[in-house]
């Protein structure tokens, strides 16, 4: 199966409250990550809209309508609006590993609680294999620190 990344410059667009991870500061990194794919011959297209029947298949109806109904109004993810889904951490461009890899451990506890706040055991802290020393130290340090599950990827 061929990988696509959906991304565009309009993510940083998206205005969010302080504190809310989605930032500009992270469309930037996203930006970057779509770049380093474009750039690995990895086919990087514009996002659409998707249809009820596409949300479906990997979200319950209930939530599709729940989400729906925040449409035009600023809302925040809370437990209501993370019923039956997961979150990735991702990896070592996410916000937990970056606190980690600069020093900050209480920092990376901190946002690492937030995020078991919003999805309890739905959130997976990715633990990613890099062949790289400096990455690997920040994992052990990930792994061996987490309250939550993590999981294994491979940076290809």
């Given at each position: 199966m061929a990988l696509t990344?959906?991304?565009t410059s309009r993510f940083g667009?998206?205005?969010?409250?302080?504190?809310?991870?989605?930032?500009p500061d992270r469309a930037a990194i996203l930006d970057g990550?779509?770049?380093r794919a474009r750039d690995r011959g990895v086919a990087v297209i514009e996002p659409r809209e998707a249809t009820d029947a596409e949300l479906e298949?990997?979200?319950?109806?209930?939530?599709?309508?729940?989400?729906e109904a925040t449409r035009g109004r600023a809302t925040m993810l809370?437990?209501?609006?993370?019923?039956?889904?997961i979150a990735l951490s991702?990896?070592?461009?996410?916000?937990?590993?970056?606190?980690?890899?600069?020093?900050?451990?209480?920092?990376?506890?901190a946002l690492l609680e937030r995020w078991l706040a919003l999805f309890d055991d739905r959130y997976y802290l990715e633990?990613?294999?890099?062949?790289?020393?400096?990455?690997?130290t920040s994992n052990a340090r990930m792994s061996s620190?987490?309250?939550?599950?993590?999981?294994?990827?491979?940076?290809?």
């Amino acid at each position: 199966m061929a990988l696509t990344l959906v991304s565009t410059s309009r993510f940083g667009d998206h205005l969010t409250p302080p504190g809310h991870p989605e930032s500009p500061d992270r469309a930037a990194i996203l930006d970057g990550v779509a770049q380093r794919a474009r750039d690995r011959g990895v086919a990087v297209i514009e996002p659409r809209e998707a249809t009820d029947a596409e949300l479906e298949r990997v979200h319950t109806p209930a939530h599709v309508r729940s989400i729906e109904a925040t449409r035009g109004r600023a809302t925040m993810l809370d437990a209501d609006t993370t019923a039956g889904l997961i979150a990735l951490s991702g990896a070592r461009e996410g916000d937990v590993a970056r606190a980690l890899t600069a020093g900050r451990d209480a920092d990376a506890r901190a946002l690492l609680e937030r995020w078991l706040a919003l999805f309890d055991d739905r959130y997976y802290l990715e633990v990613q294999r890099t062949g790289l020393d400096s990455w690997r130290t920040s994992n052990a340090r990930m792994s061996s620190g987490a309250s939550c599950a993590c999981a294994s990827t491979a940076l290809t």
